[in-house]
């Protein structure tokens, strides 16, 4: 893979830190690239470090040692404000337990990065509108989170994440809270997402991953060969 | 007026407990010691109310900023600044104090003298001979407050309200986004 086909690249990347006097290593020296677009799906048991890595190709934590670099940035020497700008610009993030705003409205939560990102205001409302009728959720600008079923407030937060249209969407279990009709939902958007941007995706669901281009396995804070 | 002494005790020998008898100068220092003691134990109850409002003000915003610890990590997660974070809650903290100001004055304004009336009555009069009770109760007391004092509570709660807010913020902020999403 080329440097200029190459969105992540991940160099002997780990994170420990100690707890109740143990060093515990959630990520052990992880080495990856990922492409500039396609969905990569990262599966493993529970507390194998999966979503602490997501979390360090997001700019989110840093590691303890190894080099993190996204989109042509090495981000272990960032500043917390860089890190900032670089998550605004880069990354879109997609929570399982969505974490939209609660007193704000779906136009309003999509628009909010765009917000940050000092986009003119008769931009960001009609991007978030076209971003939200794309996912469906176009007689919804007006709803607060309370107002939406789960599936459409993952569809609302994946809207969220479009805003800015950054080059790289990381998903945290986005269907961890969804029953299967709506998760199946969620699958099919991410993986269209996927044709014009890389979308890495934590997940336990299977069919999720049978879906990823990629597939990591991580046990015990290591790549599995598969 | 030099026998005023003895006219007093030929008086009060006449009619006995019933009254008190009181020269015009006596009953003078009467209503002046009475004026000042309620003034003093109205401003020592206003000096209470607004340290207590102080205290309240301060734990609610705090409490209220932590309560709101995931929502700024998620904010700062999707690009918020530090900086745009606090002076966002912080806006919405002083905003809240003076609504809530300004809700508390009008149900001062319609209930303040329904309710200050009796608690001064009920505060004084078993202090005082039962004969001076009907005098205390005739007694009205005003819900007038003065530009100076409304613009001292005023400035004291928007004080509370940003200390309070601002010791929640430099708590959650200055952590990474994922801590304070987990922060509790």
Same mark, same amino acid.
Request: aromatic letters at 6%; glycine letters at 10%.
């Given at each position: 893979?080329?440097?200029?086909?190459?969105?992540?690249?991940?160099?002997?990347?780990?994170?420990?830190?100690?707890?109740?006097?143990?060093?515990?290593?959630?990520?052990?020296?992880?080495?990856?690239?990922?492409?500039?677009?396609?969905?990569?799906?990262?599966?493993?048991?529970? $507390?194998?470090?999966?979503?602490?890595?997501?979390?360090?190709?997001?700019?989110?934590?840093?590691? !303890?040692? $190894?080099?993190?670099?996204? @989109?042509?940035?090495?981000?272990?020497?960032? @500043?917390?404000?860089?890190?900032?700008?670089?998550?605004?610009?880069?990354?879109? &993030?997609?929570?399982?337990?969505?974490?939209?705003?609660?007193?704000?409205?779906?136009?309003?939560?999509?628009?909010?990065?765009?917000?940050?990102?000092?986009?003119?205001?008769?931009?960001?409302?009609?991007?978030?509108?076209?971003?939200?009728?794309?996912?469906?959720?176009?007689?919804? &600008?007006?709803?607060?989170? =309370?107002?939406?079923?789960?599936?459409?407030?993952?569809?609302?937060?994946?809207?969220?994440?479009?805003? =800015?249209?950054?080059?790289?969407?990381?998903?945290?279990?986005?269907?961890? =809270?969804?029953?299967?009709?709506?998760?199946?939902?969620?699958?099919?958007?991410?993986?269209?997402?996927?044709?014009?941007?890389?979308?890495?995706?934590?997940?336990?669901?299977?069919?999720?991953?049978?879906?990823?281009?990629?597939?990591?396995?991580?046990?015990?804070?290591?790549?599995?060969? !598969? | 007026?030099?026998?005023?002494?003895?006219?007093?005790?030929?008086?009060?020998?006449?009619?006995?407990?019933?009254?008190?008898?009181?020269?015009?100068?006596?009953?003078?220092?009467?209503?002046?010691?009475?004026?000042?003691?309620?003034?003093?134990? @109205?401003?020592?109850?206003?000096?209470?109310?607004?340290?207590?409002?102080?205290?309240?003000?301060?734990?609610?915003?705090?409490?209220?900023?932590?309560?709101? @610890?995931?929502?700024?990590?998620?904010?700062?997660?999707?690009?918020?600044?530090?900086?745009?974070?606090?002076?966002?809650?912080?806006?919405?903290?002083?905003?809240?104090?003076?609504? $809530?100001?300004?809700?508390?004055?009008? &149900?001062?304004?319609?209930?303040?003298?329904?309710?200050?009336?009796?608690?001064? !009555?009920?505060?004084?009069?078993?202090?005082?001979?039962?004969?001076?009770?009907?005098?205390?109760?005739?007694?009205?007391?005003?819900?007038?407050?003065?530009?100076?004092?409304?613009?001292?509570?005023?400035?004291?709660? &928007?004080?509370?309200?940003?200390?309070?807010?601002?010791?929640?913020?430099?708590?959650?902020?200055?952590?990474?986004?994922?801590?304070?999403?987990?922060?509790?």
């Amino acid at each position: 893979m080329s440097e200029k086909e190459t969105l992540i690249e991940l160099k002997d990347v780990a994170k420990h830190y100690k707890k109740g006097g143990e060093v515990v290593k959630a990520v052990d020296g992880i080495n990856q690239k990922i492409p500039t677009t396609g969905m990569v799906a990262i599966v493993g048991p529970s $507390g194998s470090g999966k979503s602490t890595l997501l979390h360090m190709i997001g700019a989110m934590d840093r590691p !303890t040692r $190894g080099e993190v670099r996204v @989109a042509g940035r090495v981000l272990n020497g960032l @500043a917390e404000k860089d890190l900032t700008r670089f998550r605004r610009a880069t990354v879109g &993030f997609v929570f399982q337990t969505f974490n939209l705003i609660p007193n704000l409205t779906a136009l309003e939560n999509v628009s909010l990065p765009m917000e940050f990102n000092n986009v003119p205001k008769d931009e960001r409302l009609q991007r978030a509108k076209s971003l939200l009728e794309r996912l469906g959720l176009g007689k919804r &600008f007006k709803h607060r989170p =309370n107002e939406l079923s789960g599936g459409e407030m993952q569809r609302g937060a994946i809207a969220r994440a479009l805003a =800015n249209d950054p080059p790289l969407i990381l998903a945290d279990e986005p269907t961890g =809270n969804l029953d299967s009709q709506a998760g199946q939902m969620i699958y099919e958007l991410l993986k269209e997402i996927s044709k014009e941007r890389t979308v890495v995706v934590v997940t336990h669901a299977e069919a999720l991953a049978q879906l990823a281009d990629k597939v990591l396995h991580i046990r015990d804070g290591r790549l599995q060969m !598969t | 007026m030099d026998n005023v002494a003895s006219v007093t005790k030929k008086l009060q020998e006449v009619v006995g407990d019933v009254a008190d008898i009181q020269a015009p100068k006596g009953a003078a220092v009467f209503t002046a010691t009475t004026s000042r003691t309620v003034t003093r134990l @109205a401003v020592a109850g206003a000096t209470l109310a607004a340290f207590l409002m102080t205290i309240v003000i301060f734990f609610v915003t705090l409490m209220q900023v932590r309560e709101r @610890a995931r929502e700024i990590g998620t904010l700062k997660a999707i690009g918020a600044s530090d900086g745009g974070v606090t002076v966002e809650v912080l806006t919405e903290a002083i905003a809240l104090t003076i609504l $809530g100001g300004l809700v508390a004055l009008i &149900f001062f304004k319609i209930l303040g003298e329904t309710i200050t009336g009796p608690v001064f !009555t009920f505060g004084i009069t078993p202090f005082l001979p039962s004969h001076y009770q009907p005098l205390v109760q005739s007694l009205s007391v005003s819900n007038e407050i003065s530009a100076s004092g409304l613009g001292g509570l005023v400035l004291i709660a &928007f004080v509370a309200s940003v200390v309070g807010s601002a010791y929640g913020l430099w708590q959650v902020v200055r952590l990474s986004p994922l801590e304070a999403m987990k922060h509790e």
